[in-house]
């Protein structure tokens, strides 16, 4: 036989000598009971059936033992009445509520929306965009106004200017013809400058906006750029005459835009 706490023993002791000193007091409660049903809120069925009920938990009492007495001890206890002979934890319509289980309060709590460090495109991305193109057509339109950009005399098939040099864009390409071959400077390079472009993407998968997270990705892209821009400076500012080297502070600038 499985061994019954001490203190269910305690509890059902108790409980038998409460239920032993009620018998005395019986007549005198349930002729009160009686004086007083009128002026009480509970129904008068309710009251009849726990009557029965703290008879029927007496009689039970009296004649179990073992595991029954504490069992029946327990639920005598938890259905003691209070006041006007209602159980405790009485409902509606004098049910008696049980607690079956204890929830967490997280595990039940809806939540709406979880805060990111994100915002929408409108209006906080298209309304800042929209005004910087609005300063960028009016700096334009200033700048055409008081800048005279007058076109170049009509080109000469039988007299070649002298530096020939392609547009700025395309300098980096013409300084690399210098020092490679033209395969190597005009498909080599730039092919794999394309290529790795290409791949950066998959090569770097980290999610991060900040620049200190996406170390790799800055390196790639800054030693790109530096790499075309020195090309383009030293074209269009170090060459003269037959493409040669000069210094600008020098011999001057060999530069149109």
Request: charged fraction near 15%; include cysteine.
């Given at each position: 036989?499985?061994?019954?706490?001490?203190?269910?023993?305690?509890?059902?002791?108790?409980?038998?000598e409460k239920s032993a000193s009620e018998p005395a007091a019986?007549?005198?409660?349930?002729?009160?009971?009686?004086?007083?049903?009128?002026?009480?809120?509970?129904?008068?069925?309710?009251?009849?059936?726990?009557?029965?009920?703290?008879?029927?938990?007496?009689?039970?009492?009296?004649?179990?033992?073992?595991?029954?007495?504490?069992?029946?001890?327990?639920?005598?206890?938890?259905?003691?009445?209070?006041?006007?002979?209602?159980?405790?934890?009485?409902?509606?319509?004098?049910?008696?509520?049980?607690?079956?289980?204890?929830?967490?309060?997280?595990?039940?709590?809806?939540?709406?929306?979880?805060?990111?460090?994100?915002?929408?495109?409108?209006?906080?991305?298209?309304?800042?965009?929209?005004?910087?193109?609005?300063?960028?057509?009016?700096?334009?339109?200033?700048?055409?106004?008081?800048?005279?950009?007058?076109?170049?005399?009509?080109?000469?098939?039988?007299?070649?200017?002298?530096?020939?040099?392609?547009?700025?864009?395309?300098?980096?390409?013409?300084?690399?013809?210098?020092?490679?071959?033209?395969?190597?400077?005009?498909?080599?390079?730039?092919?794999?400058?394309?290529?790795?472009?290409?791949?950066?993407?998959?090569?770097?998968?980290?999610?991060?906006?900040?620049p200190e997270d996406r170390k790799f990705a800055t390196s790639?892209?800054?030693?790109?750029?530096?790499?075309?821009?020195?090309?383009?400076?030293?074209?269009?500012?170090?060459?003269?005459?037959?493409?040669?080297?000069?210094?600008?502070?020098?011999?001057?600038?060999?530069?149109?835009?």
């Amino acid at each position: 036989m499985t061994e019954i706490p001490e203190h269910l023993l305690k509890r059902a002791q108790a409980a038998r000598e409460k239920s032993a000193s009620e018998p005395a007091a019986a007549p005198a409660a349930e002729s009160g009971a009686a004086e007083s049903s009128g002026d009480s809120r509970i129904p008068a069925h309710l009251l009849e059936r726990t009557k029965a009920a703290r008879s029927k938990g007496a009689a039970d009492e009296a004649g179990a033992g073992g595991v029954a007495v504490a069992e029946k001890a327990a639920a005598a206890v938890a259905a003691a009445p209070l006041g006007g002979g209602v159980p405790v934890g009485a409902g509606p319509g004098g049910h008696t509520q049980r607690l079956l289980t204890v929830v967490k309060s997280g595990s039940i709590q809806e939540v709406k929306a979880t805060p990111v460090d994100k915002v929408h495109t409108w209006p906080h991305l298209l309304a800042a965009e929209f005004v910087a193109a609005l300063a960028c057509l009016a700096f334009l339109f200033l700048f055409s106004i008081w800048v005279n950009a007058p076109l170049l005399q009509l080109s000469n098939p039988n007299q070649t200017p002298n530096p020939s040099k392609a547009p700025w864009y395309f300098l980096g390409l013409q300084e690399l013809l210098t020092m490679f071959h033209p395969m190597v400077a005009g498909v080599t390079i730039p092919g794999v400058g394309i290529i790795v472009l290409i791949f950066a993407p998959y090569i770097d998968r980290n999610p991060s906006n900040k620049p200190e997270d996406r170390k790799f990705a800055t390196s790639l892209m800054t030693v790109h750029l530096m790499f075309w821009a020195v090309l383009v400076m030293i074209g269009s500012f170090f060459r003269g005459p037959g493409f040669n080297f000069t210094l600008p502070w020098r011999d001057g600038l060999f530069f149109e835009l």
